[in-house]
């Protein structure tokens, strides 16, 4: 018995040992990228292209961090990426919370197909809507603006903000809306002030999903943007690669200030992004 019970002690510490040999493998591997992006911001512009390579920089330098603010054009670009991220992710909540709060409280004729379509827009890759959206702009006038910018990424994440949300109100009991009419409350005083709150983890986790498309999208971004003052960081960070020229090291400190809002924005939202994707999926 002694024997056996210490033969199945050394296998539970060898799993539990194997285990963490394996997320501290698959971490390092993540980790990895980040690590040589931050010790290349770091380096002068030669010792970029030392070989062969240093890890650690031979003489460190924030010249590359100052640079951006300093020569490039990086603040008008961070300032266009938080505009156009902060009011798409604000419209995409103002549409899609009525929205989802009706299909999750009242039956209708049609209500499963609107449903069934409004998932269907996610398979549809956006390269294809390119030019269409490139000509709506310019007939309404608004191409190089971010009302383009906020207007086209608000229309990428409505159809999956408004599925994601309705499963969450689905899951919220009717009878604490009827509660709050028999209490005085109009149907849309207790969507507001008593239903939205209960679902503020599904809220939180649309919010990132909105704004970290917003934040990370170059295609859209690139085409309805005509010149330098309308770019956003990832077509500013693109634009970097020159012809005869690559900044290796001004590129990585640009890469690494463009992640830190979204870092930012994920670790206060990240209890909600969990909560709301498994909560979202699994109710109504």
């Not at 993540?30 to 010790?39: C, D, K, N, Q, R």
């Not at 990086?74 to 909540?93: E, G, H, M, P, Q």
């Not at 077509?235 to 930012?264: D, H, K, Q, S, Y």
Request: charged share 10%.
């Amino acid at each position: 018995m002694g024997r056996g019970r210490e033969t199945n002690r050394m296998r539970k510490q060898f799993r539990t040992a194997l285990i963490y040999m394996i997320l501290a493998s698959v971490t390092i591997v993540i980790l990895f990228p980040v690590a040589w992006m931050l010790s290349t911001s770091l380096k002068t512009e030669p010792e970029t292209f030392r070989m062969p390579p240093t890890w650690v920089p031979l003489k460190p330098t924030i010249s590359p961090y100052l640079n951006m603010w300093k020569i490039k054009n990086f603040a008008r670009y961070f300032f266009n990426t938080a505009i156009v991220s902060i009011t798409a992710t604000a419209l995409s909540l103002l549409l899609s919370v009525p929205a989802s709060y009706g299909f999750a409280r009242f039956k209708f004729r049609g209500a499963q197909g609107m449903l069934s379509f409004i998932l269907l827009t996610q398979m549809l890759p956006s390269v294809i809507l390119i030019i269409p959206y490139f000509t709506l702009m310019r007939t309404f006038g608004i191409l190089n603006t971010h009302l383009a910018l906020v207007l086209a990424y608000a229309s990428f994440s409505l159809p999956f903000c408004t599925w994601m949300l309705r499963g969450f109100f689905a899951g919220i009991p009717k009878e604490i809306d009827e509660a709050a009419m028999v209490d005085g409350c109009s149907r849309l005083m207790a969507m507001v002030r008593v239903v939205v709150p209960l679902a503020v983890p599904g809220i939180g986790a649309t919010s990132l999903f909105t704004f970290l498309l917003a934040w990370n999208h170059y295609l859209f971004s690139l085409a309805l943007s005509l010149n330098e003052n309308m770019y956003t960081i990832s077509v500013g960070l693109g634009a970097m690669m020159g012809e005869f020229r690559i900044a290796w090291n001004e590129m990585m400190a640009a890469a690494l200030l463009a992640t830190v809002p979204t870092i930012l924005v994920y670790v206060f939202l990240e209890q909600y992004f969990v909560q709301g994707l498994t909560g979202g999926a699994v109710k109504g």
